[in-house]
């Protein structure tokens, strides 16, 4: 893909525009660390929105390992399209993003685009900066919330790259250990050049059990916005492939006080 020679990496130098301010929407990216539940909190944030009757896309990134076979019964999608034939077409338009977008069954404010069970990233033509711009731009016009789940692996990832670029908010995930941390800090180089805007970054430790000291985590990334703790449950879910069930058991409160949180903090609602 040629991805590498400072084609996503770098971004001609244009004026700064006048940004209103926004309360409510957006296009919101999840990155982190592998096993950091990137998946399980981008879903978890598009299902409390859509539970709110905010109407929210989720687009899943991961064209090596496809997530969409692994967040909800095939049973309950409407249809099977993949973003594959978006991003391979010679330009993005909004009614091509929309005929590809799938419907949950069960939760009338969700779509969701994704790559399907057998894709990967040699199924579809390859596509460039441009095609995963466009997708961006299109999504912005079709749904006011926008929740973008990223692979971990963006040097080799065009569509998850552009999108820490482009979105108004980042969550950055972090398992409780130094590789975790070190990984984040090797992909980091990568978008430091690009001038990404790090002020737009919530930090996060994510997956936090009782015993974990998480006091070096915060020495390690600067101060935390969020702390995700573990919830036997959620962690039940991502292993049944059933991310929107509700969570029930007490041992989810925290887990879900604090995507409340973030919900509050990144959106305004």
Not at 78 to 83: D, F, G, N, R
Not at 96 to 122: C, P
Not at 230 to 259: C, T
């Amino acid at each position: 893909m040629n991805f590498m020679k400072n084609s996503i990496f770098s971004r001609e130098q244009k004026a700064e525009p006048i940004k209103e301010e926004v309360l409510h929407g957006g296009v919101f990216s999840v990155w982190g660390s592998p096993g950091s539940g990137k998946s399980t909190v981008a879903v978890k944030l598009a299902k409390y929105l859509a539970d709110k009757k905010k109407n929210v896309v989720l687009v899943l990134c991961d064209m090596t390992a496809p997530m969409l076979p692994c967040i909800c019964p095939p049973s309950d999608l409407e249809c099977e399209k993949s973003l594959g034939s978006i991003l391979s077409a010679t330009h993005v338009t909004e009614p091509l993003v929309k005929y590809n977008m799938i419907t949950h069954k069960k939760m009338s404010y969700l779509t969701i685009i994704g790559m399907l069970k057998g894709e990967n990233e040699y199924t579809y033509a390859t596509y460039s900066k441009v095609q995963a711009q466009e997708l961006i731009a299109s999504l912005r016009k079709i749904a006011p919330f926008v929740i973008i789940d990223c692979s971990s692996y963006i040097a080799n990832d065009i569509l998850s790259a552009v999108a820490l670029l482009e979105s108004d908010s980042v969550l950055r995930l972090a398992n409780c250990d130094l590789k975790s941390i070190s990984y984040l800090s090797s992909q980091l180089q990568l978008l430091q050049n690009s001038n990404w805007d790090m002020e737009k970054q919530y930090k996060v430790a994510s997956n936090i059990k009782a015993s974990h000291g998480i006091e070096h985590m915060a020495g390690a990334m600067g101060s935390l916005t969020f702390k995700i703790p573990h919830s036997n449950e959620v962690e039940q879910q991502y292993l049944e492939g059933n991310l929107f069930a509700d969570l029930s058991l007490k041992d989810s409160r925290e887990f879900r006080r604090e995507i409340e949180k973030i919900i509050k903090e990144v959106f305004g609602c």
